[in-house]
């Protein structure tokens, strides 16, 4: 099992990093936008949910929760002021 997951880090961790470093924002957006569907469908199968509209709604709700989080924040860095005593 160890040796399972090992070879399955090594190989997506360098995909990964390239998907982070070299793709356009756009891609990554959508490439996010699937992981958090699948995990949203995931999480539903894990909670019991038996139906497939209950696990659709689930995985919508999870991309929703994410884009909602996520635009909640500015896009502006904090500055500092730094004023001469």
């Known amino acids: 099992m160890l040796k399972q997951r090992t070879i399955t880090a090594l190989i997506l961790a360098p995909l990964a990093v390239a998907t982070v470093l070299l ?11 699937a992981l958090f569907l699948g995990v949203g469908w995931e999480w539903a ?15 919508a709700q999870a ?8 635009s909640s924040h500015h896009s502006r860095p904090a ?6 005593a």
């Open 23 to 33: 793709t356009p924002t756009w891609l990554f957006a959508l490439i996010v936008a």
């Open 45 to 59: 199968q894990l909670a019991g949910v038996a139906s497939r509209a209950g696990r659709v709604g689930a995985a």
């Open 63 to 70: 991309k929703w929760r994410s884009h909602s989080s996520a």
């Open 79 to 84: 500055t500092i002021s730094h004023r001469a």
